[in-house]
């Protein structure tokens, strides 16, 4: 088999509301590209990548060269080939390599019949536990709604939340308010869900002072762990030595480097695989046996993905057997999907691992013009900046923190 055409197209789907976070905000959207390898054999395979854009999509283009005439089982000759440890110095594609590997195991999972999670060891579960991910939201520009500001509405939120989906874990995004603010709505959480798991995520953007303090303030509530507080393996080592609550990472722990620097002088207590950002579903299963051997904690992280990444990490989640915490994901914000089918669902919190051959999901034509005409209207946004602050840069650690009085609502094209 061989790979005849490989093709990128950026869509940008809508997002119940903007969601906050410490580096800035997503403005309403999530904008992604979606990725085709086609093969000789008449198989398409489909993966996903965050970003997206002219120079993007040319990015793919530009590797048409190298995987013309490839063979898209031989997926250890396409790491090097793709992002080679030495050539990334020049031009990192970590990311890429991820997209393309989706797409490849796609494909061998339809030629061969299978799902990805088979070709991957075997499913040890049929369907994958996620936490309700939630964040402080801006309200919708159109109408208001949407709303997360205060700890009443996180409560209320989160209370929707586990109606509709079941979630039984709740993991809160911070790092935009005063530290004291997030941690009332924390306990709010905590208080509104006793026998419930939590989690906490301020992106990195504490000192190791005001995470000690703020770790030392949640340990006798029902933690998974304390998500990147601080910024840096060393960082994160301080702070663990000082708190009883593990701590877990998706930001200094991305690739087999930092994982054997972990081992060898620990810092983190639970690694957070992203099929992205590890560059691909494989990654993430070798560095999981890795924690598996050293008894470190897994768990899957989301990048804020569409229904092919999220095929990707179901798939990841159904074969790993150390994975005891539930999975994150952004999946719930979105309004709509662009795979066949409309939206997947969740089901007592989880949601079901695809069976169908390959990673079991299918392009929407219809959503993905829909989508791809809205990029071409809106553009892309701005990932690291805040719609209602300007000039504020995001530094680590920060202390300029959003006002939690600051009720305006942005006005973001839609
Ligand atoms: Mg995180």
């Given at each position: 088999m061989q790979i005849v055409d490989l093709r990128a197209t950026t869509v940008t789907v809508p997002l119940q509301a903007p969601l906050r976070h410490a580096n800035g905000c997503h403005w309403g959207r999530f904008v992604r590209t979606l990725v085709e390898v086609e093969t000789d054999s008449g198989l398409v395979g489909l993966g996903e990548m965050g970003g997206g854009g002219e120079s993007s999509e040319a990015t793919f283009r530009g590797l048409k060269s190298y995987l013309v005439?490839?063979?898209?089982?031989?997926l250890e000759e396409l790491r090097f080939l793709i992002s080679n440890p030495t050539a990334s110095l020049y031009n990192n594609r970590m990311q890429i390599l991820a997209a393309i590997e989706f797409a490849c195991l796609d494909v061998m999972g339809q030629a061969w019949g299978v799902p990805v999670s088979e070709i991957l060891?075997?499913?040890?579960?049929d369907s994958v536990p996620f936490a309700a991910y939630l964040f402080f939201r801006y309200p919708h520009?159109?109408?208001?709604?949407g709303e997360v500001r205060t700890a009443e509405q996180l409560v209320e939120h989160a209370q929707r939340l586990k109606a509709q989906c079941g979630f039984t874990t709740h993991k809160l995004k911070g790092g935009v308010f005063p530290p004291d603010y997030e941690l009332e709505c924390y306990r709010a959480l905590a208080a509104a869900f006793p026998d419930d798991r939590l989690r906490f995520d301020p992106?990195?953007?504490?000192s190791v002072e005001e995470a000690l303090r703020f770790g030392r303030s949640i340990?006798?509530?029902?933690?998974d762990y304390l998500e990147?507080?601080?910024?840096?393996l060393n960082g994160m080592r301080r702070v663990r030595g000082k708190i009883r609550t593990p701590l877990a990472t998706?930001?200094?722990?991305?690739n087999f480097e930092q994982l054997a620097a972990n081992v060898l002088d620990?810092?983190?207590?639970?690694t957070l695989l992203d099929t992205t950002f590890w560059g691909g579903i494989r990654p993430c299963v070798k560095a999981a046996a890795l924690c598996e051997a050293f008894q470190l904690g897994v768990s899957v992280h989301s990048s804020g993905e569409l229904g092919i990444q999220l095929a990707t990490m179901l798939h990841l989640g159904a074969v790993l057997?150390?994975?005891t915490f539930a999975a994150d994901a952004?999946?719930?914000?979105?309004?709509?999907?662009?795979?066949?089918?409309g939206k997947l669902h969740y089901e007592a919190g989880a949601i079901r691992v695809p069976?169908?051959?390959?990673?079991g999901v299918k392009l929407n034509r219809d959503k993905v013009a829909e989508y791809s005409e809205l990029y071409k209207r809106l553009g892309s946004y701005?990932?690291?900046?805040d719609p209602l602050r300007p000039g504020w840069t995001p530094t680590?650690?920060?202390?300029?923190w959003a006002d939690p009085a600051d009720a305006r609502i942005p006005k973001i094209a839609h």
């Open positions: 005439g490839r063979d898209p089982r031989r060891g075997g499913r040890l579960r520009s159109r109408d208001g709604s992106n990195s953007v504490w340990e006798h509530l029902n933690n990147d507080p601080v910024f840096g998706n930001t200094v722990i991305t620990l810092a983190v207590d639970v057997p150390n994975l952004h999946y719930h914000h979105l309004t709509d999907d662009i795979i066949e089918g069976t169908a051959p390959g990673l701005a990932y690291d900046q680590i650690p920060n202390t300029r």
